[in-house]
């Protein structure tokens, strides 16, 4: 089972209403699953989506649109040096980097394929809100869904693998789908790094509550 499912289930099932918001901008879960299938063919031919950035709405589009481009995503820290970030992504192969600030000039003259996060945002909503075609979910529930590193405090931060499988069955075994009142919303203050932000976003979606983004 793809990450993808649950959005796809949430568009369904409530496309109307408003998942993620950070500010004055918001996406509806049908806008979401739009953006992030425009998302995904940003992403064509890359290894892997990487973020690199603080709370919004990046951050949902691009973690679906690395399971809609059936690569895997890749949150990292944002206070992290240029150095210690390059160390991260070159493993990764030809990875498409959502940045924020100046990190992404340092990256991209490192010979990184690099957009900052205003613009892939801005692309993807444009062309989701257009009409952008919506494909078929991935099957491939046992192929990594997202690359968590840990902190790095005591060595070299490790990926942790999350597999399509791992992060569904959680969602599914904990939250009962659309069982939130249609009011009902959640603050999300924790960084997109975090595996925190990873489940409140999943886990909320899942639910229906709206996700507002705390910049």
Known sequence: MNLLLLLDMAAAGRGDEIAVQAGDDALTTTELLAASWAG?????????????????????????????????FVP?????????LHDLLAPLGDTLVVTEGDVGASLAARGHRV??????????V???????????????????????????????PK????????????VI????????????????????????????LLSNLYLGRRIVYLP
């Open 40 to 72: 995904a063919k940003l992403a064509d031919g890359a290894s892997a989506l990487a973020y690199v950035g603080t709370n919004g709405l990046a951050f949902p589009v691009g973690l679906f649109a690395a399971a809609a481009a059936g690569v895997p």
């Open 115 to 124: 957009i900052a996060a205003d613009e892939f945002l801005a692309t993807v």
């Open 76 to 84: 990292l820290n944002y206070r992290l040096s240029d150095d210690a």
């Open 173 to 200: 075994g904990t939250v009962e789908f659309a069982t939130a009142g249609p009011d009902e919303a959640v603050l999300v203050s924790v960084p997109p790094y975090h595996v925190a932000g990873l489940a409140n």
């Open 126 to 156: 444009e062309q989701a809100r257009a009409g952008a075609a919506v494909g078929e979910v991935p099957a491939d529930s046992d192929h990594p869904g997202v690359l968590l590193y840990t902190s790095g405090t005591t060595s070299a």
């Open 159 to 170: 990926a942790a693998v999350l597999r399509h499988r791992h992060l569904t069955s959680y």
